[in-house]
Nanobody, 128 residues
Framework: QVQLVESGGGLVQAGGSLRLSCAAS????????MGWFRQAPGKEREFVAA????????RYLDSVKGRFTISRDNAKNTVALQMNSLKPEDTAVYYC?????????????????????WGQGTQVTVSS
């Protein structure tokens, strides 16, 4: 059974940084894209970033480009999200996820429906 466990969330002031980590287990993920999504209270789950299996291509939500960096370590089955210059509007529960099919599709990886395994989420709160 696939299991994803996020960590690294917390409370930070605007302009600060956090690094989220996600540890995956249950099978090998090296051929699957992995992603980060977030959900704020009263809002739908939103795509944040995704990384292709070979770590050579990424995609980001426009509002986090230049501030967030997604990375993965296939040997350790982990994916990370480095978040810099945080803003109050980044406040949300952040989830990591594994795409339901192997490979990479630049358009589809922004859709939550493309991901079939989700972590429990980690809270990120940015104060102004």
């Amino acid at each position: 059974q696939v299991q994803l466990v996020e960590s690294g969330g917390g409370l930070v002031q605007a302009g600060g940084s956090l690094r989220l980590s996600c540890a995956a287990s249950g099978r090998t993920f090296s051929t699957y894209a992995m992603g980060w999504f977030r959900q704020a209270p009263g809002k739908e789950r939103e795509f944040v970033a995704a990384i292709m299996p070979s770590d050579s291509s990424t995609r980001y939500l426009d509002s986090v480009k230049g501030r967030f960096t997604i990375s993965r370590d296939n040997a350790k089955n982990t994916v990370a999200l480095q978040m810099n210059s945080l803003k109050p509007e980044d406040t949300a529960v952040y989830y990591c996820a594994v795409r339901i099919r192997p490979g990479w599709d630049y358009i589809r990886v922004s859709r939550p429906s493309e991901f079939g395994s989700w972590g429990q989420g980690t809270q990120v709160t940015v104060s102004s």
